[in-house]
């Protein structure tokens, strides 16, 4: 029962202390506007280069920019804490650290889900780009698998975070990576094959590949293997980035520079 | 004279501060590299060479464009939570001769862009990166720099009394990507884009850098549009900054971060 007080309670107030400063003055450029026009970028990019279609950048870069949420909140969890020098207290709670991070992390897939679905309307309203009314549903799953799985990354990203200084350069970097091999803008299939083994093991890409399908008209059951993929490649990212939590956490302990990286 | 000087100097000193700033070289390296890529990708593996050419410089501006826009407020912030930012405003010199040579230093770091993306476009790919002419090149690169430093003098001014004006900011670093032209031609845009896009000196400075690198036309009227910006930028910089300091100054918000 504790631990899940710790999960839902814990995880929410903690969302809400770290993100207080979120006021829509940030929220709406950063998070709803933004998005939009990276869609547009590449939407001009693809009509003048003749490559894809405005529908595959729409969704491409819809399902991506979701890792902003997912990716910075995840980290910021643990920097925030640190930056309001609360990280210490938390850590030396008896709390079980499996409810304490999972409990961290669903509201930012939360809202990881909600920008990418918001980024996805506004880009298809904007752009004309229609949308069968069977395919709202399988893509709102798909959009929340991909948030949830990018979040699992957020968690080994948090963990790096313990002993890197620059988190905002390290985040960056990610960020600028899925966007090349996750196949929001570039087919997987025109990357060298190196490339392409990487993309197969990153979240988003197959989180892309079903959204694309689903939106073309395929339906659930078609793109059940996808979605299966990336789950697991979730699952397998955030068991890693719990296991790297705790060793990190125990390594900030013993070199004593949980507060100061 | 000694206006000038102050300037001089706080822009030197602001240049070799930044310069150490791993998260302006990161936007001002990494970013340029990433979107090479991309574009290499995208405009068909590469088989033009002219659009190379041009997604290479392309890249580089929106390196310098994306410092401006993202390195100018985090730097206005950095200053008002370390409390710094109050002591610059009550300083004898005008706060616009400090502010000025900021951006303007923040915009000078993108030279390391542009190297970054064509030096990258040239060694992995094998583009040849050869320009047509050099002189308006060189006098393209500083010219254009300037202007952009300007324009990012003139948003900063806002940074100073918003506290959020810093993601308003951000928003900006797509938007001018898109419509300046900088990886597309601005053709492809809706028509009603193109005078937007003149307001703006990364449209001017990306043409003359396209011109001076493949020949296509004269450089030197891009050049010397850069430069009648940069003086609207600066004059219209300096009232806004009087408008928002004042404002700051009467509801004692410029400390709050």
């Known amino acids: 029962m504790t631990s899940l007080r710790i999960f839902a309670i814990g995880g929410l107030m903690s969302f809400r202390a770290l993100f207080g400063f979120m006021s829509p003055w940030i929220y709406i450029p950063t998070l709803v506007v933004t998005p939009l026009f990276q869609i547009l970028l590449f939407v001009f990019i693809g009509r003048s280069a003749g490559v894809e279609s405005d529908t595959f950048y729409v969704v491409g870069n819809a399902i991506q920019y979701s890792s902003v949420p997912c990716l910075f909140a995840m980290t910021f969890t643990i920097a925030g804490e640190r930056f309001n020098q609360t990280l210490g207290p938390v850590l030396v709670s008896p709390a079980g650290r499996l409810p304490l991070f999972l409990g961290r992390s669903l509201p930012v897939i939360v809202n990881g889900a909600f920008v990418g679905a918001l980024s996805f309307t506004l880009g298809s309203l904007v752009l004309g780009v229609t949308v069968p009314a069977s395919a709202v549903a399988p893509l709102a799953l798909v959009i929340v698998l991909a948030s949830a799985s990018c979040t699992g990354l957020g968690l080994v990203l948090a963990g790096i975070g313990l002993r890197v200084r620059e988190q905002a350069v390290m985040l960056n970097i990610v960020f600028g990576l899925l966007l ?48 299966l993929r990336e789950l697991a490649i979730g699952v397998v990212y955030a068991v890693l980035g719990y296991r790297f939590l705790r060793f990190m956490e125990r390594q900030g302990r013993i070199h004593a520079t949980l507060e100061r990286a | 004279m000694r206006l000038a000087r102050s300037m001089a100097v706080g822009w030197a000193l602001h240049f070799k501060q930044e310069s150490r700033n791993p998260f302006f070289l990161w ?103 050869e320009i047509e002419d050099w002189l308006a090149f060189a006098v393209a690169v500083p010219v254009g720099i300037l202007a952009i430093g300007l324009l990012g003098f003139m948003l900063g001014a806002a940074f100073v009394r918003f506290r959020a004006a810093w993601a308003v900011g951000n928003l900006f670093e797509f938007p001018v990507w898109t419509i300046c032209g900088l990886l597309i031609p601005i053709a492809v845009l809706p028509a009603w884009v193109e005078p937007v896009a003149w307001v703006f000196a990364p449209t001017w400075g990306m043409n003359a850098l396209r011109d001076a690198a493949l020949g296509d036309g004269s450089p030197w009227d891009d050049i010397a549009m850069c430069a009648a910006l940069s003086v609207v930028y600066g004059g219209l910089g300096v009232i806004l900054l009087r408008v928002f300091l004042g404002s700051a100054r009467r509801r004692g918000t410029l400390a709050l971060s």
């Open chain 1, 180 to 227: 090349i091999f996750t196949g929001a803008n570039v087919p997987i299939e025109q990357l060298p094959e190196w490339m392409e083994a990487i993309s197969r093991l990153l979240p988003f890409t197959h989180a892309i590949e079903a959204g694309r399908e689903v939106v073309a008209g395929s339906g659930l059951g078609d793109v059940s293997g996808l979605l």
């Open chain 2, 27 to 129: 936007i001002v390296i990494c970013t340029p590299l990433i979107y090479a890529t991309m574009a290499y990708f995208l405009f068909r593996g590469g088989t033009d060479g002219d659009k190379l050419v041009g997604a290479a410089v392309g890249t580089g501006m929106m390196g310098i464009w994306s410092l401006t826009t993202t390195a100018a407020a985090a730097a206005l912030q950095w200053r008002r939570r370390s409390g710094i930012l109050e002591l610059l405003v009550a300083a004898p010199l005008p706060f616009w001769a400090i502010l000025a040579p900021i951006t303007i230093a923040i915009s000078a770091l993108g030279i390391y862009s542009l190297l970054a993306s064509m030096l990258y476009t040239r060694l992995l790919y094998g583009v040849s990166l």
